[in-house]
């Protein structure tokens, strides 16, 4: 489980940066990257928030 | 029940104001890491790197002055802060009551307080621009001093309530807060600005440097703005916060620290706080005036929000609230020195309410630059007079800790070389024109010297 919500984070982590060099490539469009940045965050935080993790 | 056990919580925060950190609360070095990173990167961090923009910094100016400023802060950090505060492992105002006296330290800490108040509060004056995107409310102008009107001012009560309750649960929930925030911050600053180089006219890397001279760090400041060099730049980057390091208000934080080497935490700060994120900050604001034709409105809110979406504003408003915490956090530490019986959260709720009244004026943010040199600068006299005592006064013969060894209330020597040498670097910035970001430096020595002779002179009577 543990291992299973650190991966969730991670992959929220990358999809806060990774994305914008897809539109920096001009791969994807400046909007979409911003959807993806906010799912990053949900990913990144929600975790952390809801099991108090350390 | 929810608040019977809010108030026992409250009772226990135990921050050892008075007492060296046990063993058994020392923190490694990965700890101070993401401490430092994230208190670095902070709201002043969407502030700072705009006004360089503003103040005309150049591209190469700009890249070599932080690289070579940010070291030398490192550098005093680690050898000039962390190795009294592991020995000592008290707080810069328990230290500074031994050496200068209760009612000495009592004068410097409601100062230091309120310089603390002055920059949480521009703090979450930047929170709050993120927080009245929604609202749409007006935002400032570079060039003003006072609030815009009634909107601002209930935005900011609301985020300075929130930012005052989260600090006062203690030092322990703003390190987890900030450490978790940490890393995302950072990606979301460099996400922002790598998605909007295109709009600038970056297509591809080798286009990066062309594009920052002659689009974003152009050398040529803003209408009503002063010109910043390559020499403003270290300087500033080193003594921004000078409060922190030369100062040595950062004794509080370090005193946890295992080892002095925890002092080289703070690069994670520097550059990716003051490094990245301020070169980030300064390519979203030059889009931001290309887009809106040089308007001088000033809000970080809106600007990452329109780079970054949701996301960009949620950074605004976190950046704001991880610096925020731990500086009303030290803030309630220098009074907590003064009134030693009242209970940190309730020292911590006075601080919180003078910040949020602080926060009503723009004029805190637009200038920010300056004032958080004066901060630095006012600070620092205190830290040369700990450094000496500490390490020179017991080779050459005199006292350290002069008040606690002689019961003094008011140590003089300090009292002149704290006002000495602040006269000395006015004098010198009026005659010379010197500016504040350049008078740290020879003001330090300034106060070296002056509390060497003055101690001499005022320690004769003792030696009689």
């Known amino acids: 489980m543990k291992i299973l919500l650190k991966l969730v984070s991670m992959a929220g982590l990358m999809l806060t940066i990774i994305p914008s060099i897809g539109v920096f490539y001009e791969v994807i469009s400046q909007e979409e990257n911003k959807y993806f940045m906010l799912i990053g965050t949900l990913l990144w935080f929600g975790p952390k928030i809801i099991f108090k993790e350390k | ?464």
């Open chain 2, 1 to 464: 029940m929810l608040l019977e056990k809010l108030s026992a919580h409250l009772e226990e925060v135990k921050e050892y104001e008075r007492e060296p950190v046990p063993a058994s609360r020392w923190r490694g070095f990965k700890s101070f890491l993401g401490m430092y990173a994230g208190e670095h990167t902070a709201g002043t961090e969407f502030v700072i790197g705009p006004l360089f923009v503003a103040h005309g910094a150049g591209a190469m100016d700009l890249i070599l002055g932080l690289l070579l400023g940010n070291f030398l802060a490192v550098l005093s950090w680690a050898f000039i802060c962390a190795p009294i505060a592991v020995r000592e492992r008290v707080t810069l105002y328990y230290l500074l009551e031994k050496i200068c006296g209760k009612h000495l330290t009592n004068a410097y800490n409601l100062v230091n307080a309120l310089m603390f108040c002055f920059l949480a509060g521009s703090m979450i004056a930047v929170s709050a621009t993120a927080i009245g995107i929604p609202f749409n409310i007006p935002m400032a102008k570079l060039t003003d001093w006072l609030p815009s009107g009634l909107p601002w001012i209930i935005i900011v009560v609301l985020v300075g309530a929130v930012t005052t309750f989260v600090a006062t649960l203690g030092y322990d929930k703003v390190e987890k807060f900030s450490t978790i925030a940490a890393p995302w911050m950072i990606l979301v600053f460099l996400a922002a600005a790598i998605a909007v180089l295109p709009e600038l006219g970056v297509k591809n890397w080798g286009d990066f440097f062309q594009v920052a001279q002659d689009k974003i760090w152009t050398g040529k400041p803003l209408a009503g703005q002063s010109k910043f060099t390559f020499w403003h730049i270290l300087f500033f980057a080193w003594f921004c916060n000078m409060a922190m390091h030369i100062g040595m208000a950062d004794l509080s934080i370090l005193r946890y620290a295992k080892k002095w080497t925890a002092g080289f935490a703070s690069a994670g700060g520097m550059y990716v706080g003051h490094y990245i994120a301020w070169l980030a900050s300064g390519i979203l604001y030059a889009l931001f005036l290309q887009q809106s034709n040089e308007n001088l409105e000033f809000a970080p809110g809106p600007v990452a929000y329109s780079a970054a979406g949701i996301t960009g504003a949620l950074c605004v408003i976190i950046a704001g609230w991880t610096t925020a915490n731990p500086t009303i956090y030290r803030a309630g530490l220098a009074l907590q020195a003064i009134m030693p019986k009242a209970k940190t959260w309730k020292i911590t709720l006075i601080v919180g309410s003078i910040t949020t009244l602080a926060a009503c004026f723009p004029a805190l943010v637009m200038q920010l630059l300056d004032f958080v040199a004066l901060y630095g600068l006012i600070l620092m006299p205190m830290g040369a007079i700990i450094f000496i005592d500490y390490w020179l006064f017991p080779r050459i013969g005199l006292q350290s800790n002069l008040a606690a060894a002689k019961n003094l209330t008011f140590n003089v020597a300090a009292l002149i070389t704290w006002l000495g040498s602040l006269l000395a670097c006015y004098l010198i910035a009026k005659t010379t024109g010197l500016e504040i970001f350049f008078l740290g430096l020879p003001g330090w020595f300034l106060a070296v010297l002056i509390y060497i002779i003055s101690s001499y002179m005022y320690q004769k009577k003792w030696s009689k």
